[in-house]
């Protein structure tokens, strides 16, 4: 196995782990020790710190070792944080609030793009939600988040808010989380897919309020969902 391979599985137990509370905060890991139980050399271990020091889950400091941070201080935007705390019992209030925070964002980046889209970003939030529809029955649910994962990167980056399109990996994750973990239902609400049609229309013909309106009511129904799949 590579030396990214060997670090990469330290992370896919480590990461986890931190982030589900096994590991509480103030706690101190010893990479001697760490690197004995996941029989990884001791240069392997340094390089799966640092990665999670690089999403603030941990600290090093010489002669204390590798502290576990508060929560507070974890960049929860970084996608594979969100990743792993979707992987946990966590993952009903991580979805919630990665939720609210789209409900905060994607209506306001949707009455923008009205405003700024290029046309070809126009063709290609058309084209996403056509792929939506086509994928929207026969539980496709995975070919149904390849298009609507797409939908909301074009949504955030026709802004023109440099702010609101480095969120596009942010709602992707929460995306893919609510369907790999099966906080969806088997096929998408086919109101919610008319309304990512309906926002395409008035991207394109430049209507910024109707944009916006039609945003917020897709992700005030997400949020409903979740309160019937994940309560």
């Given at each position: 196995?590579?030396?990214r391979?060997?670090?990469g599985?330290?992370?896919?137990?480590l990461?986890?782990?931190i982030t589900a509370?096994?590991?509480?905060p103030?706690?101190?890991?010893?990479?001697?020790?760490?690197?004995?139980?996941f029989?990884v050399?001791r240069?392997?271990m340094r390089?799966?710190?640092?990665?999670l020091?690089s999403?603030?889950?941990?600290?090093?400091?010489?002669?204390?070792g590798?502290t576990?941070?508060p929560?507070?201080?974890?960049?929860?935007?970084?996608?594979q944080?969100?990743?792993?705390?979707?992987a946990?019992a966590?993952?009903?209030?991580?979805l919630?609030?990665?939720?609210?925070?789209?409900?905060?964002?994607?209506?306001?980046?949707?009455?923008l793009a009205?405003?700024?889209?290029?046309?070809e970003q126009?063709?290609e939030?058309?084209?996403?939600?056509l792929?939506?529809?086509?994928?929207?029955?026969?539980h496709?649910?995975?070919?149904?988040?390849?298009?609507?994962?797409?939908?909301?990167?074009v949504?955030l980056?026709?802004?023109?808010?440099?702010?609101?399109?480095?969120?596009g990996?942010?709602?992707?994750?929460?995306?893919?989380g609510?369907?790999h973990?099966e906080?969806?239902f088997?096929d998408?609400?086919?109101?919610?897919?008319?309304?990512?049609?309906?926002?395409?229309?008035?991207?394109?013909?430049?209507d910024?309020?109707?944009a916006e309106?039609?945003?917020r009511?897709i992700?005030v129904?997400?949020?409903?969902?979740?309160?019937?799949?994940?309560?």
């Open positions: 196995m590579s030396t391979g060997l670090h599985r330290v992370l896919d137990t990461g986890p782990a509370g096994e590991y509480p103030g706690s101190v890991l010893r990479t001697d020790e760490l690197a004995q139980d029989e050399s240069s392997v390089e799966a710190v640092r990665v020091e999403m603030h889950l941990v600290e090093s400091r010489r002669r204390v590798v576990v941070r929560k507070a201080e974890w960049n929860v935007y970084d996608p944080v969100i990743r792993w705390r979707l946990g966590d993952r009903p209030h991580q919630r609030s990665l939720t609210v925070l789209r409900s905060a964002i994607e209506p306001v980046a949707a009455g009205a405003r700024h889209a290029t046309p126009c063709a939030l058309t084209e996403c939600a792929g939506m529809v086509a994928n929207s029955r026969g496709r649910l995975e070919e149904y988040l390849v298009h609507d994962i797409a939908f909301h990167r949504i980056m026709a802004s023109g808010n440099e702010m609101f399109a480095r969120l990996d942010v709602v992707a994750e929460v995306l893919a609510r369907t973990h906080v969806m088997e998408p609400d086919p109101a919610a897919v008319t309304l990512h049609v309906q926002v395409a229309e008035a991207v394109r013909a430049g910024g309020t109707r309106q039609l945003t009511q992700t129904g997400a949020l409903q969902e979740l309160e019937i799949l994940a309560p």
